[in-house]
């Protein structure tokens, strides 16, 4: 069984446009994230969810917001997309983001094209 | 910037050999964690080591940390071709209560058969 998976896996789209990823895990994790690798691999957080509440917001771009319904589901909305929106974007989670021990489980990713 | 550097930015080597790959990093952490990344794929974590340790190994895999310098090792022994991968080392800074993790900039390992 699949912990953490991300939908979809390819994404390619026209500047302007709107679109969603979505991120489930069935790990029973508290906590949820949101990277961001560039083509040069660079990883990046973008945001945190534990249990529901937003704990880790970077200096992103108001354009990207993200919704967690629910302790397992944490999904990405971005809007107005840009060609350097075009990344891999990785959802991931952990058991309690408060244990700094905590590793973190990632998913495949999933690879926009912004044309 | 918080963010780790891994060095090499990329290795080759032949099956049956030794990789090592080192990490730098700038603040007081609480630990630091190694990351594999297979060609497109997710990161999988490898190995944890906390900021009172000096090594830890994990079946072919050693991590050394040293915080006065800031820096550690991995070391892949006997590298098979499977072991080709990007590795990252991340950090989680001391009195982190967010888990966050701040990535390095990876090495790409190749083994040749």
């Known amino acids: 069984d699949t912990a953490v998976s991300q939908t979809p896996k390819y994404l390619v789209t026209q500047m302007g446009n709107d679109k969603s990823i979505k991120c489930e895990q069935n790990l029973g994790h508290d906590t949820m994230y949101w990277y961001k690798q560039d083509s040069k691999k660079f990883l990046k957080i973008m945001f945190s969810y534990n249990n529901k509440e937003l704990i880790i917001n970077e200096t992103v771009p108001n354009r990207f917001s993200p919704k967690s319904p629910d302790k397992a589901h944490l999904n990405l909305h971005i809007n107005s997309l840009e060609l350097g929106d075009s990344a891999v974007y990785f959802c991931a989670s952990s058991q309690d983001a408060g244990r700094a021990r905590e590793t973190q489980y990632f998913g495949p990713g999933t690879r926009l094209l912004v044309l | 910037s918080q963010q780790g550097e891994e ?3 990329a290795l080759s080597i032949q099956e049956g050999e030794n990789a090592t790959m080192n990490c730098s990093y700038k603040t007081s952490i609480n630990n630091l964690q190694w990351y594999r990344q ?8 490898l190995i944890l080591i906390r900021s009172n ?3 830890k190994h994990s079946g072919r895999l050693r991590v050394t940390l040293d915080t006065s310098k800031k820096s550690s090792s991995l070391l892949i022994t006997a590298s098979r071709a499977a072991d080709t991968a990007s590795y990252f080392c991340a950090t989680v800074d001391r009195g982190s209560t967010l888990g966050r993790l701040y990535f390095g900039r990876g090495t790409q390992l190749t083994v040749w058969p």
Not at chain 2, 38 to 45: A, E, P, T
Request: proline share 7%.
């Open chain 2, 38 to 45: 297979n060609s497109g794929r997710g990161l999988v974590h």
């Open chain 2, 53 to 55: 340790e000096r090594e």
């Open chain 2, 7 to 9: 060095d090499p930015q």
